[in-house]
Every structure is written in C-alpha cells, then in structure tokens.
C-alpha cells in the first residue's frame, strides 16, 4: 500500500526498451476487462511488435526500436 509521500506504482521507460511497471497497479483492456499481469513488476511493449501485447517480449530489439527516457528522447 502506498504511503501519502509514495506513489501505488511507477512507471520507467527504459532507453530503446519497455515500460517497466512496478507496484500496486491494475491491467484494464479499453473494455475495462482485466489482464491478468500475474506478478507486481511487469515491462509493456513500447514498439506495437511484441507477440504478447501488452507485454515486452525482447522484440524490440530486433526491429532495432529507438525511443529515449523522456518526453524530450
């Protein structure tokens, strides 16, 4: 549970790689159904290849995906 000065989760992208979600978070389709995330720390696809969508499956290291660490990259 967080605390008034934590936040439930975080999100980190991850230079040319996933967003790593860790914490207390939920996985919703855009139908509100619920995907089952199975642990408290999970990487989402950033580059749409990943066989597991919304999960990072390594793909983007093979179609080579450049993105940075911030709004800026």
């Given amino acids: 549970m967080a605390t008034d ?3 439930a ?3 980190t992208p ?3 790689g996933p967003l790593l979600v ?3 978070f939920a996985l919703v389709t855009p139908e509100g159904r619920t995907i089952d995330a199975r642990r408290g720390t999970v990487a989402l696809c950033r580059c ?3 066989a597991l969508k919304p999960f990072c499956d390594g793909t983007h290291k093979a179609v080579r995906f450049r993105a940075g ?3 800026e990259g």
């Fill in 5 to 7: 000065d934590a936040p």
């Fill in 9 to 11: 989760a975080t999100i």
């Fill in 14 to 16: 991850y230079e040319d």
């Fill in 22 to 24: 860790r914490g207390d």
């Fill in 48 to 50: 749409g290849r990943s």
């Fill in 69 to 71: 660490t911030d709004r």
